[in-house]
């Protein structure tokens, strides 16, 4: 049996965050991730000023890495939209692109990644906690749950009743131009639609659907984008003459949205990212809160502190945020509220600010001041 200090099941941006942090302070850790090498996520891939300065505090500047610059949003619903700039410049960059370079900051840092692992569960005892990889374990003093929105078996949380899909386009010049700076989201009955620029001129596009849509369109993907098309034209402009860069769609269901982690699962057990908590969506803030939570839990390891208190205090700080987000998601979900928010926005457009701000993680001044790293690619 493999034995470490800390280890981390999953790692994609928290599992990093907490492995690079603790390996930075001499701590034997090790990442156990289940994919072998980078791949897409179901993500937006729109990084608020939080995340970026989170990344640029790990050791990672997303402008060096080919992020594009985002300044504008963009709301649409049906055939009427309103722009408003944005509080902050946001950053388009793949999860594909930055999740693997989020890990090799870690591996270079001294955490050992073993790629193509599957953790089949956790046994936690009183001063240790055993990960079961199926035949083998590994054994450790301190453990972050970093799996995501996968669970590990035993450790499930709620489920949701949203499916989300990603893929990525090449987009005409025009369309290029439609998006050019921006942010846009799209509603419709059923979900919503984000798209933004990454790098190399891609754009991401990330789109909801309950389960009425789902069976409408029989989930299937290429209809569902149909369906959003024929919903909204901005939407249509934006797809038409595109060439897909994939055969299909990563996907995910049962999203909970919203969900918290209260109960603890030991003392030595620390839920980082969305195993923490789930932000509703249509805030663009699961970055900072990843990063952020990677970087607490691996203070609160140093400090000897529980992952009960880390906690506990995890989730008081994202009070007031995830408030917010909900109450703007439930509006977002309303056809009339929806075209009630694109008229305000065209009237008012620092509603938007007002909004993005209060949806933005709060309380990472210190983490980012503290020990500041030279940014590198």
């Not at 709301?75 to 509080?87: D, F």
């Not at 901005?234 to 949205?257: M, Y």
Request: glycine share 12%; charged share 20%; net charge positive.
């Amino acid at each position: 049996m493999g034995s470490f200090d800390a280890i981390s099941v999953g790692g994609g941006l928290a599992g990093a965050a907490f492995a690079l942090e603790l390996a930075r302070h001499g701590v034997k850790i090790a990442v156990i991730e289940r994919t072998r090498g980078p791949h897409q996520k179901v993500c937006g891939d729109f990084h608020s000023r939080e995340g970026q300065q989170l990344a640029q505090r790990l050791g990672l500047d997303l402008a060096r890495c080919g992020a594009s610059r985002i300044t504008t949003f963009r709301l649409v619903s049906g055939t009427r939209s309103a722009t408003a700039p944005l509080p902050f410049a946001a950053a388009g960059l793949s999860r594909f692109h930055l999740d693997e370079a989020m890990l090799e900051l870690a591996q270079d840092a001294g955490a050992e990644v073993l790629r193509g692992e599957s953790v089949t569960g956790l046994d936690v005892g009183d001063d240790h906690v055993t990960v079961r990889l199926g035949a083998r374990s590994l054994r450790a003093r301190s453990v972050a749950l970093a799996t995501g929105k996968h669970n590990v078996r035993g450790l499930a949380r709620d489920h949701g009743s949203l499916s989300a899909f990603k893929i990525q386009i090449e987009p005409t010049s025009a369309a290029k131009q439609l998006l050019g700076g921006v942010v846009q989201l799209v509603g419709y009955r059923g979900g919503y639609a984000g798209a933004c620029t990454v790098e190399n001129g891609a754009v991401s596009i990330c789109w909801l659907a309950d389960r009425a849509l789902m069976k409408e369109t029989e989930g299937g993907w290429q209809r569902q984008l149909a369906w959003i098309a024929e919903q909204s034209p901005l939407f249509g402009d934006l797809i038409s003459g595109a060439r897909f860069l994939a055969d299909e769609p990563v996907a995910i269901s049962g999203i909970p949205f919203g969900y918290m982690r209260r109960e603890a699962i030991g003392d030595l057990v620390y839920p980082v990212g969305d195993q923490l908590a789930v932000i509703p969506s249509y805030t663009g803030d699961g970055t900072s809160l990843a990063l952020s939570s990677g970087l607490r839990a691996a203070r609160a390891v140093l400090d000897g502190k529980t992952a009960g208190a880390y906690q506990r205090d995890e989730l008081h700080r994202l009070g007031a945020q995830f408030r917010w987000a909900r109450a703007a998601y439930l509006a977002f979900k309303s056809s009339a509220m929806r075209t009630a928010s694109v008229g305000a926005l065209a009237i008012a457009p620092r509603i938007a600010s007002t909004i993005v701000d209060l949806t933005r993680t709060r309380g990472v001044d210190d983490l980012i001041a503290r020990a500041p790293l030279s940014a590198r690619l």
